[in-house]
T-cell receptor, first 114, second 115 residues
Framework: EPEVTQTPSHQVTQMGQEVILRCVPI?????FYWYRQILGQKVEFLVS????????KSEIFDDQFSVERPDGSNFTLKIRSTKLEDSAMYFC????????????FGEGSRLTVL | ELKVEQNPLFLSMQEGKNYTIYCNYS?????LYWYRQDPGKSLESLFV?????AVKQEGRLMASLDTKARLSTLHITAAVHDLSATYFC???????????????FGKGTKLSVKP
């Protein structure tokens, strides 16, 4: 069964460093998303991406965040200068055109900022 | 502010018992999603409820949607240990309406089923 894959599964970084989280969405999906989940809390929407541009973004997705689809398969989330409060699990998700609208989530990338 | 509220947030059940998780939301969304998350794992789609009165069942789980009351329920029948997980409901929160994928999640209900 097709699935969303994410790398790395866990990254530890120093505050102020740049981090890139990578995702390979399901191949025939056209809508891509990043969500985050701070430990023990609810899942929060960060950004949606369609047709090579951001469709929507939340208040959390400020200037230190960016997304990119550098080639036909990868979808990346970059955090330019990490802060302690960026420590969270980051989930990539994708959705196909039409259908019921459900999102398919990857296994997540755990980011720890020291 | 768009809100999705689940209750209870913690639920400890004995195997074989029945229980219901409630999800109230403040949007006018006509669809609702239920996801399951095992500890340290991803979110697995359980149900997509697409309209008022929708009812879906999979095994021991049954979900329903009342868009007039802005309420969805997830009913667990004869619980087994394998159902232990955190269950999230979510609704579409896009300012553009429709199913854009900008989901607002509830805080989750952590279910623990004990023998």
């Amino acid at each position: 069964e097709p699935e969303v894959t994410q790398t790395p599964s866990h990254q530890v970084t120093q505050m102020g460093q740049e981090v890139i989280l990578r995702c390979v969405p399901i191949s025939n999906h056209l809508y891509f998303y990043w969500y985050r989940q701070i430990l023990g809390q609810k899942v929060e929407f960060l950004v949606s991406f369609y047709n090579n541009e951001i469709s929507e973004k939340s208040e959390i997705f400020d200037d230190q965040f960016s997304v990119e689809r550098p080639d036909g398969s990868n979808f990346t989330l970059k955090i330019r200068s990490t802060k302690l409060e960026d420590s969270a699990m980051y989930f990539c998700a994708s959705k196909r055109t039409g259908g019921a609208g459900e999102l398919f989530f990857g296994e997540g990338s755990r980011l720890t900022v020291l | 502010e768009l809100k999705v509220e689940q209750n209870p947030l913690f639920l400890s059940m004995q195997e074989g018992k029945n229980y219901t998780i409630y999800c109230n939301y403040s949007t006018t969304s006509d669809r609702l999603y239920w996801y399951r998350q095992d500890p340290g794992k991803s979110l697995e789609s359980l149900f997509v409820l697409l309209s008022n009165g929708a009812v879906k069942q999979e095994g021991r789980l049954m979900a329903s949607l009342d868009t007039k009351a802005r309420l969805s329920t997830l009913h667990i029948t004869a619980a087994v240990h394998d159902l232990s997980a955190t269950y999230f409901c979510a609704v579409d929160g896009s300012e553009y309406g429709g199913s854009q994928g900008n989901l607002i999640f509830g805080k989750g209900t952590k279910l623990s089923v004990k023998p």
